[in-house]
């Protein structure tokens, strides 16, 4: 499986809001999925969350529904 990643910014100087939200699958050493999401302010380390899967279609759902909401939210494609 490839390991797919995105890196989303959302960027409004009216609203002092500079935020980032990072999403990758990457694999265990247990033969699961991670879908590893982090977010927070541009320049800061920010927090994470990992969600394992037992199936790589599982965690492309996952990763999918994770880039779906932060696009509605006005996250837009880093760069």
Do not use: C
Request: proline share 5%.
């Amino acid at each position: 499986m490839d390991r797919p990643s995105l890196l989303l910014h959302r960027i409004d100087p009216a609203r002092n809001m500079a935020r980032y939200y990072a999403l990758a699958i990457e694999p265990t050493l247990f033969g699961d999925h991670a879908v590893i999401r982090s977010w927070g302010r541009l320049g800061t380390q920010g927090r994470q969350m990992i969600e394992l899967h037992a199936e790589a279609a599982s965690a492309r759902a996952a990763f999918a529904r994770h880039a779906g909401s932060k696009r509605r939210r006005g996250y837009v494609p880093a760069g």
